[in-house]
C-alpha cells in the first residue's frame, strides 16, 4: 500500500504524529511525502499534493488541512486532527489508543469509503476550484454591505442587502454556515444551502434546495463589487456583468471511514442542539474489536 501523508507544518503536535506513523508502518507500507510533511524525515523525497501518487493519503491538522488535502487530490482521506474542532476528522488524537489502531487498521484494509458532495462554481464562463464545504460571497470592500441578486436555474428570484451569501455542501452545514443561523444536513444527503450572512431588513432564513438546481448569484451595484471564497482560503473577484454559478460538483470527496459515526462526531464537537446537555461522545475506534 502506498500511504500518502500531508500535515500541518506549523503544528509541532501534528508533525510528531506524522513521524510515529512513518515508524508504525514502518515495511509494511510504502510512504510517500507531501512538500507540507517534508521536515518529518528530510530523506525521503517529497512532492506538490496534486502530485502524490499514492492509494490512500493521511492528512494530519485540522478541518484547513483537511479541505486542503481535499481541494489538491483525488486519493481517499484518512483525516487525523491535530487541531480544534476537525468536524471532519476520522481519528481524536487526545485518545491514546486510537491513532495507532487506526493505522494498523488502515494497513490491514479494515475500513470503508464515504463519498460527499463536493460544490463547482463559474464566473461567466470561467471555473473556479471546487470547495468541499462552501463558497461564501461577500462585499469586495471590508466591514460592508452589499446588495446581491439571488437567481436559481437562471431565474431571478429577489435581492438581498447583507454582509454576504453562503452556499453550502451538506459538509459545509456544519462549519460557517451553522453559524448563520444555516440547518445541520446529514452528510450523506446531496443538497444546496443558501444561507445569508447578517441579511438586513430580514430575518437570517436558510433555503435548502435539491441538488439539481443552481444558483446565480452577482452584485447589483458595481462598487466596490463582490469576492467568492472557496473554503475559506482562495479569493475570487467578480463583478455585475459576470456573476458567480454554484451548482453539485460532478466529482466526490472521498473519505476513509471505520465506522458509521456522523451523530457521534457532532455531538463529541457540541455542535447538534442537545450536545451541552450529553457528555458521552460515544465510541472509539479503539474500542472495536483489534484486527485480525
Known amino acids: 500500500m ?10 509541532p503536535k501534528a508533525l510528531d504524529l506524522a513521524s510515529e506513523l512513518v515508524r508504525i508502518v514502518g515495511s509494511r507500507g510504502e510512504i510517500v511525502l507531501s512538500d507540507e510533511a517534508a521536515r518529518v524525515d528530510p530523506s525521503r523525497p517529497h512532492r506538490p499534493l496534486e502530485q502524490l501518487d499514492c492509494d490512500v493519503l493521511v ?16 486519493a481517499p482521506l484518512l483525516p487525523i486532527n491535530a487541531g ?24 490491514k484494509g ?15 464562463r470561467r ?18 454591505m452589499g446588495l446581491f441578486e439571488v437567481a436559481f436555474d437562471g431565474q431571478v428570484a429577489g435581492r438581498l442587502r447583507a454582509d ?23 452528510s450523506s444527503v446531496d443538497a444546496l444551502v443558501l444561507t445569508a450572512i447578517a441579511p438586513f431588513r430580514t430575518d437570517p432564513r436558510a433555503l435548502v434546495l435539491e441538488p439539481m438546481r ?43 471511514r471505520f465506522g458509521s459515526r456522523f451523530f457521534q462526531r457532532l455531538r463529541g ?14 465510541p472509539s475506534i479503539a474500542d472495536l474489536p483489534p484486527p485480525a
Do not use: C
Not at 2 to 11: E, N, S, Y
Not at 110 to 124: P, Q, S, T
Not at 269 to 282: D, H, V, Y
Open 2 to 11: 502506498r500511504i500518502g501523508l500531508t500535515a500541518h507544518p506549523d503544528k
Open 59 to 74: 492528512a494530519i491538522g485540522g478541518d484547513g488541512t483537511f479541505l486542503q488535502a481535499l481541494r489538491r487530490s483525488d
Open 84 to 107: 480544534t474542532v476537525g468536524v471532519l476528522a476520522e481519528i481524536e488524537t487526545r485518545r491514546p489508543k486510537e491513532f495507532e489502531w487506526a493505522i494498523e487498521r488502515l494497513l
Open 110 to 124: 479494515f475500513y470503508f469509503l464515504e463519498e460527499r458532495m463536493k460544490l463547482a462554481a463559474e464566473i461567466g
Open 127 to 144: 471555473p473556479l476550484p471546487d470547495a468541499t464545504n462552501e463558497f461564501v460571497i461577500h462585499s469586495a470592500a471590508v466591514a460592508k
Open 164 to 186: 454576504g451569501l453562503i452556499v453550502a455542501s451538506p459538509t459545509g452545514s456544519t462549519a460557517y454556515a451553522l453559524s448563520s443561523r444555516g440547518p445541520i444536513v446529514d
Open 214 to 256: 443552481t444558483i446565480r448569484l452577482r452584485p447589483v451595484e458595481p462598487k466596490p463589487g463582490a469576492v467568492v471564497v472557496a473554503d475559506g482560503e482562495t479569493e475570487f473577484p467578480f463583478s455585475p456583468s459576470e456573476p458567480v454559478t454554484i451548482y453539485r460538483s460532478p466529482r466526490r470527496a472521498v473519505l476513509l
Open 269 to 282: 464537537k457540541r455542535i447538534l442542539p442537545w450536545s451541552e446537555e450529553f457528555a458521552e461522545e460515544g
